[in-house]
């Protein structure tokens, strides 16, 4: 790459450390100008010439000093170093900073975010270059249920062992289970698709911390993406942002279990507004955690009941995949009815004794059974049936 | 001339015999002093003393008067005192022959216009005091039959004292003891509907003295349940009973009438309890805690989650000792604290966390809630059941419940068993003989390595989920081997707070 290519390059990394520095004031700031007289204009703290360059007509002091006192002391070529020997991609959007990247088979920013509405002027990536194959979003509440949890992973294993790279949030809950289910399918065939995980915060800052392992497994086995520069916090404005992202990346975004206001139904959104095809996961109509998705489908998006369905909807399959066999040991017959009591709604160990008459100590035996037998899940004293083991 | 009258002080719930000298001389000006370690509320006894004094048509000296509180080394606390200093002046003035006191204590306190009003900690003062007959008020002549057979002059005024110790009238004694009124009957369980599980870890908690937490959403009856737990204990015996009064005496926390408490005390401090009031202590008073008072009865701790972390690190050393010291630069005393622990909790701020899917709470908010209890804390929690509000249709067609009585027949069973086994209850198994007094047969054990393997049972609390195990098989009236299905019960009534843990269906395996 030729000195003064770097050095813009250099520049958008740098911007992109910017709090409040959403896509579209990014894309405002270097549209008209180079990246490097954007990061002058940014760090000079002069708040007449943002509003000029911006094009609004707010009063810009706050935003013109934060972003001062964040560039002060910053030496972009510094941060494009860090970058470098963190082994994450800078890519520059096409229209923002003409030059391919120097190794011509290295990570290049992503084809389908060129023509986006609302491009990323700068992505870091780890891992691999985004993949072309079809590609599912699997979003979902952070607060999901048993059954969502296991319904998100049989999708993405699913899908993933079908060629359909897995793309999702890396979040607690819904999106964490979708990715282990890619990485599931990943265990097993090493030809299943590899997964794609979109997140708000740098790419060496792992948040959720619990998911640390899990941003680790997705960077090594496919393509940790961010519009975020290492070490950048996990700020809440970002968060919206990375879900357009998500949206944009997908042929089919699958919501598996949303709240009625829940986040996922952001990228929902934006998937609408790029016309990516929406699908939802039908829950029970008493389960808070499906109500926005069992709303998604009453406002007409098709339902996902299994991989089949959204491999249908990309038009990879015709008809349906049939249901894999079933290894677990059959339950006895008081497990059975414990079984048949419980349903698909969690429950109490209290609810399951009035429900099925069972004595306590019978009800905990056959609970023992179905839980080491892979029929059920417990977690925090509630208990709820599982599809597969 | 001088007067010498024995009386006592209370120092936490023990007694100290005092006895108070009185000194007149005519030499010097006209002064009142008083000596002998004497806490401000106990130097107000010149001005309560004087005005009764006077009010029972007496003389205060106007001489110099010194009191003397011996032995000067324990600090004398409160109004006990008053009336064996008025006695003392009265006899160092000469207005009461000394003769006629002799041989007795006095305690109570002076009101301005004379009478004799009733002091905190009368069982623990009247303990100390030897043989000597005891002046005491006319109300706290129950609680001093609780102790000992010594001859009683229940009072009501300094001018009746006067009047006896003069002749002119006998001395007023207790008649002897009646049978002690039956006390009023406790919150039956029978008025619980429903919730079979959380009935359950009542009678094993009462059984076993495995402390409990519920955790639940708001109105799930966690309040109602606890408070039915003391029907379910058994009726505390003789030593328990005098241990139990004695702090309910010295803190001041009310007798039942009678003055003996007999059935098993049920304490609810609130969540803004300092941890003063909870544990015990104070400045000079040194007044044992809600925990103390809880001796041999029931804590119940409701919204856990709220008291200050402070405040519930300091239960930690009184549940594993069953004793509290407290010690302050006064003093340092012991009180009681054995009590059976019952805590309620929401899961997490916005109640409903515990349902999946259902917690309207951030992440972070549900770990700031459930981090405010240590986890040391948590450990001492044997049994943790989720409680849930009966679902309507759950709850027709539900048998009535069983009456505590029922319940409270099972559970003295079980207590008969666990004291034929050394111990007060299960809870208190020594961990070197659980394989002797609770063993495993194959199944069972099966079970439990299967727990621990799959890391929902650590080592730690292998040992407490046996003492449990035991608990459930002899409510089952199965002494012997443990089986499967007691350690399945034992299980599941040890839920994880959820929130706590990653949901199984989202980590990797």
Redesign the interface.
């Known amino acids: 790459m030729s000195e003064p290519a770097r050095a813009q390059l250099a520049a958008l990394a740098a911007l992109a450390g910017l709090p409040a520095l959403g896509p579209r004031r990014f894309l405002a700031l270097v549209h008209h100008r180079s990246p490097l007289d954007a990061w002058a204009l940014a760090s000079a703290g002069d708040a007449a010439a943002l509003a000029r360059a911006l094009g609004g007509d707010r009063d810009l002091d706050t935003l013109a000093r934060s972003w001062r006192s964040a560039a002060d002391g910053v030496d972009p070529l510094a941060v494009l170093a860090a970058h470098e020997a963190a082994d994450v991609a800078v890519l520059a959007h096409p229209s923002v900073l003409a030059e391919p990247p120097s190794p011509p088979d290295g990570p290049r920013y992503p084809e389908r975010l060129v023509d986006d509405p609302e491009p990323p002027a700068v992505l870091f990536a780890r891992g691999g270059p985004v993949p072309a194959g079809p590609s599912v979003a699997i979003v979902g ?10 319904m998100a ?1 049989e999708l993405g294993r699913e899908l993933a062992a079908a060629g359909v790279h897995v793309i999702s949030g890396l979040a ?2 819904i999106d ?2 979708a990715h ?1 289910g890619a ?1 599931d399918a990943r265990s097993g065939h090493p030809d299943a698709a590899s997964p794609i995980g979109v997140v708000g915060s740098g790419p060496d800052v792992a948040y ?1 911390t ?1 998911h640390r ?2 941003w680790e497994a997705v960077a090594a086995e496919g393509t940790l993406l961010s519009e975020a520069p290492l070490g950048a916090r996990p700020a809440g404005w970002r968060f919206p942002c990375r879900n357009r992202l998500i949206a944009a990346l997908a042929d089919v975004v699958v919501v598996v ?1 949303s ?1 009625a206001a829940g986040g996922s139904l952001h990228t929902v959104h934006e998937a609408i507004r790029r016309d990516v095809d929406v699908m939802a996961v039908p829950g029970s109509v008493r ?4 109500a926005g998705t069992n709303q998604l489908l009453a406002e007409g998006c098709p339902p996902v009941r299994d991989a089949g369905d959204v491999l249908v909807a990309l038009g990879l399959v015709r008809g349906r995949r049939r249901r894999p066999v079933e290894h677990r040991p059959l339950p006895g017959p008081d497990a059975a009815a414990v079984l048949d009591a419980l349903g698909w709604e ?1 429950a ?4 399951l ?3 099925c008459g069972l004595g ?3 009800l ?2 056959a ?2 059974e179905l839980v ?1 037998g892979g029929w059920v ?6 208990y ?1 049936q ?1 599809a597969t083991a | 001339m001088l007067g010498l009258v024995p009386s006592a002080t209370l120092l936490g719930a023990d007694g100290h015999a005092v006895t108070v000298e009185v000194h007149v001389t005519d030499g010097g000006l006209p002064s009142f002093s008083i000596v002998g370690l004497p806490d401000t509320s106990c130097r107000e006894v010149r001005d309560r003393a004087r005005a009764a004094i006077e009010s029972s048509r007496l003389t205060w000296p106007v001489k110099r008067v010194t009191v003397n509180l011996a032995p000067p080394t324990v600090r004398k606390v409160g109004s006990g005192l008053d009336l064996a200093v008025a006695v003392a002046l009265l006899v160092a003035s000469g207005q009461l022959p000394a003769e006629a006191v002799a041989g007795k204590a006095f305690i109570g306190e002076l009101g301005l216009d004379g009478r004799v009003r009733p002091v905190p900690g009368t069982v623990c003062l009247t303990e100390v005091l030897g043989d000597a007959a005891l002046v005491l008020p006319v109300e706290s002549t129950d609680e001093a039959r609780l102790v000992g057979d010594r001859v009683l002059h229940p009072v009501r005024s300094l001018a009746e004292v006067v009047a006896c110790a003069r002749g002119e009238e006998p001395w007023p004694t207790a008649g002897s003891a009646g049978p002690l009124p039956e006390p009023p009957p406790l919150p039956d369980l029978a008025d619980v509907r429903g919730q079979p599980m959380a009935r359950y870890a009542l009678e094993v908690a009462a059984a076993g003295g495995h402390h409990l937490l519920m955790l639940g959403p708001p109105g799930a009856g966690k309040t109602m349940l606890a408070s039915r737990l003391p029907s379910l204990l058994p009726p505390l015996g003789p030593a328990e009973a005098i241990e139990t009064t004695r702090i309910h005496s010295a803190g001041g926390f009310g007798l039942p009438p009678g003055g003996l408490v007999r059935v098993p005390p049920f304490r609810a401090p609130h969540h803004g309890a300092s941890s003063v009031a909870l544990v015990g202590g104070g400045t000079s008073l040194m007044r044992p805690g809600e925990i103390s008072a809880a001796t041999n009865g029931v804590l119940f701790l409701d919204e856990l989650a709220e008291f200050s972390p402070h405040v519930l690190d300091a239960l930690r050393q009184p549940l594993e000792e069953g004793v509290v010291r407290v010690a302050r630069a006064a003093a340092t005393v012991t009180f009681p604290a054995r009590f059976l622990l019952v805590a309620a909790m929401n899961p997490c701020p916005c109640g409903h966390g515990g349902q999946p899917g259902g917690c309207r709470c951030t992440e972070g908010a549900r770990l700031r809630y459930q981090r405010r209890l240590s986890g040391p804390l948590l450990d001492r929690f044997d049994l943790r059941v989720e409680v849930q509000r009966p679902r309507p249709d759950d709850l027709f067609g539900s048998e009535p419940g069983e009456a505590s009585a029922v319940v409270a027949e099972r559970v003295r069973q079980a207590r008969e068993l666990a004291r034929a086994r050394g111990v007060r209850s299960n809870a208190e198994l020594p961990a070197g003989r659980l394989d002797d007094l609770a063993p495993l047969d194959d199944a069972a054990t099966r079970l439990l390595l299967g727990a621990l393997r799959s890391g929902r049972l650590s080592a730690r609390g292998l040992h407490r989920v046996r003492r449990v195990v035991r608990t459930v098989a002899d409510l089952a009236g199965h002494p012997g081997a443990l089986g499967a299905d007691h350690v399945a019960l034992a299980l599941s009534l040890r839920v994880d707070l959820a929130g706590a843990t990653p949901h199984p269906e989202s980590v990797a395996g």
Request: with cysteine.
């Open positions: 509440t952070r607060r999901c249920t048993g059954t969502g949890a296991g992973r607690l809950g964490g289970a282990r990485l959720p619990r392992d899990l279990e709240h389960s808070p955690a499906a969690p109490t160990f209290e609810h004794a009035v429900r306590l100590a019978e905990a035996v609970l023992e080491a899940s417990q977690h925090g004293g509630w709820e599982r």
